[in-house]
């Protein structure tokens, strides 16, 4: 059976991430059956991180504030986690079943795929992004 995607209640989510009103910095995105739906909603990252169980695959939309002493700058990561324990079928449709979700989530600075729960480490995903923000005015102070 093909993956689909429930769109309008995903793009919620999305929503609520990208809102500089809320306090929601990262939303999942998980499977019910053969239909990607929002799953859980949170402001820490910490939590984040424990829905990345060696069981699931799940997709993480997650807001990150980054920048230098100049200028402080939120980015976006999509974060594609597949468990350890994954099958080898369920692995590769992630891949496809990803484009699905890049037709909600589109706007992120750096896109993720990780299967170790070592790369979701913050300080690792945040130099990530920052080298992937641009100027960085850090190098000045040294």
């Known amino acids: 059976m093909a993956t689909k995607i429930d769109k309008e209640a995903c793009r919620e989510a999305y929503n609520l991430v990208r809102d500089d009103g809320t306090d929601?910095?990262?939303v999942?995105?998980?499977?019910?059956?053969?239909?990607?739906?929002?799953?859980?909603?949170g402001a820490d990252y910490e939590e984040f991180i424990r829905q990345c169980t060696d069981d699931i695959r799940l997709f993480g939309f997650v807001?990150?504030?980054?920048?230098?002493?100049?200028?402080?700058r939120v980015k976006f990561a999509l974060i594609t986690w597949i468990?350890?324990?994954?099958?080898?079928?369920q692995r590769a449709k992630t891949?496809?079943?990803?484009t699905?979700?890049?037709e909600v989530v589109q706007n992120f600075a750096k896109e993720f795929v990780i299967s170790d729960h070592k790369?979701?480490?913050e300080d690792y995903i945040k130099s990530e992004l920052k080298?992937?923000?641009g100027a960085n005015y850090d190098a000045q102070a040294e």
């Not at 999942?28 to 909603?41: A, D, Q």
């Not at 807001?63 to 402080?72: E, L, N, P, V």
């Not at 468990?83 to 079928?89: A, K, M, P, Q, Y």
């Not at 891949?95 to 990803?98: A, E, P, Q, R, V």
């Open 24 to 26: 929601v910095n990262w």
């Open 28 to 41: 999942t995105f998980k499977y019910e059956g053969s239909t990607i739906v929002p799953g859980h909603h």
């Open 63 to 72: 807001r990150f504030t980054t920048g230098d002493a100049m200028s402080k």
């Open 83 to 89: 468990g350890e324990s994954v099958s080898g079928l």
């Open 95 to 98: 891949g496809t079943d990803k």
């Open 100 to 102: 699905l979700v890049k």
């Open 119 to 121: 790369e979701l480490d």
């Open 131 to 133: 080298k992937a923000g």
